[in-house]
């Protein structure tokens, strides 16, 4: 499907999405809603550098918090300044973090990398303790207006925003998956010796996938402070977001953009069933079954279970159609 289609059509299916929550006027819907979105956008993040370039990264919980932490300062310095506008100074600040550690990380490889973004969500959340300024280990207050114009609610402006990041994420994902820089990312991914020997600029690419994947998900974390009214270091480094950033992809299958949105809908919408139901507990420990579930049975994930399911039935279908298909006269 041609840019020009796709767009429009993901426009198009969140408006309705978004519609159909304000016709029914359920407000849960729009907190469900909003935590599912924002899932969608962190697994877009995640795939982006684990999925199309194959490095995985155990810290998406620190990119995350910056966002939030950003919109914490915007919010004592200047409390008037727009929700977007300390979204785009969140990925900002996280694009430029992910820049700096993929400069200093990417060389090494493999569980090397990923222990060294762990240890940079240790060092952030280090740092964010003793911050007195950001309310250190006691977290910060956000009070939230009690509307916008036009949208009224705020909490409906807040799921909103997360729908536009949302389709923002999914197009740049796929934009990337069709054009020569993930083409790039897939070389890396696949063999990077081989890459780089070829003529692959794999430091280049590598730095430009850390720094999108750290910019999605900042953004994805600087409402967050709006949307729970109080942030401290043990919620914003919360565990959740970084295994939730790797399962979803994981679950709906990493190296393509519909694999991660698939995963983060059904896992997010489970998850927050049972959290509602019994506890988030509950809700953590799905996730992880869910991951087991498919590492065993289904390592590339639902589309790729999908895919296979079909390559064997294919042979079955084309004989069914032919015996089925009208002689001719």
């Known amino acids: 499907m041609p840019f020009r289609l796709f767009f429009p059509i993901c426009v198009t299916v969140a408006a309705l999405v978004f519609g159909y929550a304000v016709v029914t006027g359920e407000d849960y819907q729009f907190v469900a809603g909003y935590l599912v979105l924002q899932y969608v956008v962190m697994a877009q993040a995640w795939n982006i550098l684990g999925g199309y370039t194959g490095y995985v990264n155990f810290g998406s919980a620190a990119f995350f918090a910056l966002g ?74 956000v009070i939230r207006p009690d509307g916008v114009p036009i949208i009224g609610d705020y909490m409906h402006y807040l799921a909103l925003v997360m729908l536009a990041l949302a389709v923002a994420a999914i197009t740049i994902a796929r934009t990337i998956e069709r054009s020569r820089l993930g083409y790039g990312f897939a070389a890396i991914r696949d063999d990077e010796l081989a890459a780089e020997a070829s003529g692959v600029p794999t430091l280049r690419l590598k730095l430009i996938a850390t720094t999108l994947s750290g910019a999605l998900m900042g953004m994805a974390g600087a409402p967050y402070p709006y949307f729970i009214g109080y942030v401290q270091p043990t919620s914003a480094f919360a565990l959740d977001y970084a295994v939730n950033a790797i399962a979803m992809p994981m679950i709906g299958g990493t190296g393509s953009w519909i694999g991660p949105l698939v995963g983060a809908i059904l896992v997010a919408g489970l998850e927050q069933r049972a959290t509602v139901t019994y506890s988030s507990e509950i809700g953590l420990l799905i996730v992880g079954l869910l991951l087991v579930l498919f590492v065993v049975v289904a390592p590339d994930g639902i589309v790729g279970l999908v895919r296979t399911l079909y390559r064997l039935a294919r042979p079955f279908l084309i004989r069914m159609r032919a015996r089925w298909r009208p002689a001719a006269p």
Request: no cysteine.
């Open 68 to 141: 939030a932490y950003t919109t914490v300062v915007f919010y004592k310095l200047y409390p008037a300044l727009p929700l977007p506008l300390m979204m785009l100074a969140g990925g900002a600040v996280s694009g430029l973090v992910g820049l700096g550690t993929g400069y200093l990380a990417l060389r090494l490889r493999g569980a090397y990398f990923a222990i060294a973004t762990l240890a940079l969500a240790v060092v952030l959340q280090t740092l964010i303790v003793n911050w007195d300024f950001v309310g250190s280990s006691r977290g910060a207050y």
